[in-house]
């Protein structure tokens, strides 16, 4: 009973490299999301998926690019890391983002970039 | 501007005794309302949650009162447990982007034995 697994768990970059995180849901659900958590911050929506083949944009999308190629995996992408990318990354799924439903996240990776 | 305010960065409580966290909101077209309790180096989990067209739900020691008028929510925990030492999120939905959860910043309890 997986769940919502995220690779990897840390991770450094130095600035100017590029790197994708791997979300996997095992549950079929249809949403999918990638947030961020920095201190202070509470979590901020990054980029969304409603479904396999589309993707959509949150609160703070620069610097990153998602794919949604199949149902169960949403990859987050950066092209050019920069320190301000420095934070905690968690991947969360729902089944059809209707108004009572919660979110399931994962465990989180941590990334820093020098 | 943030939507979902959690002011209390952080709460102390003893053992045994009530933790109160509180939650306030801008955005009237909020209507569902989540609570999310996050240990170290482990993602944010579902505690409990509340429709707005209710004032109160209840699952065991963990109770989340809502006050539309006031615009303000709270995390009841009676009795506290060392374990439920965390961080918890609070957070909304609604407006038009239902499936999408606006987050607070956060309140760290400490519940100490």
């Not at chain 1, 991770?11 to 990638?34: F, I, P």
């Not at chain 1, 993707?55 to 050019?80: I, M, W």
């Not at chain 2, 209390?8 to 309302?33: A, H, K, W």
Request: charged share 20%; net charge positive; with cysteine.
């Amino acid at each position: 009973n997986a769940g919502v697994t995220q690779t990897p768990k840390f991770r450094v970059l130095k600035t100017g490299q590029s790197m994708t995180l791997l979300c996997a849901q095992d549950m079929n659900h249809e949403y999918m999301y990638w947030y961020r958590q920095d201190p202070g911050m509470g979590l901020r929506l990054i980029h969304y998926s409603v479904g396999e083949g589309t993707t959509a944009k949150g609160e703070v999308p620069d610097g990153y690019n998602v794919s949604r190629l199949k149902k169960q995996n949403f990859l987050l992408g950066l092209e050019s890391a920069a320190p301000s990318q420095t934070s905690v990354y968690f991947c969360a799924s729902s089944y059809y983002g209707q108004e009572n439903e919660k979110l399931f996240f994962g465990s989180g990776t941590q990334l820093s970039v020098l | 501007d943030q939507q979902v305010k959690q002011n209390s960065p952080s709460l102390s409580v003893q053992e045994g005794r009530i933790s109160i966290l509180n939650c306030d909101y801008t955005n009237s077209m909020f209507d569902y309302f989540l609570w999310y309790k996050k240990y170290p180096a482990e993602g944010p989990t579902f505690l409990i949650s509340i429709s707005s067209i209710k004032d109160k739900n209840e699952d065991g020691r963990f109770t989340v009162f809502l006050n539309k008028s006031a615009k303000h929510l709270s995390l009841h925990i009676v009795p506290s447990q060392p374990g439920d030492s965390a961080v918890y999120f609070c957070a909304a939905k609604g407006g038009g982007s239902n499936y999408k959860l606006t987050f607070g910043k956060g309140t760290l309890l400490t519940v100490n034995p």
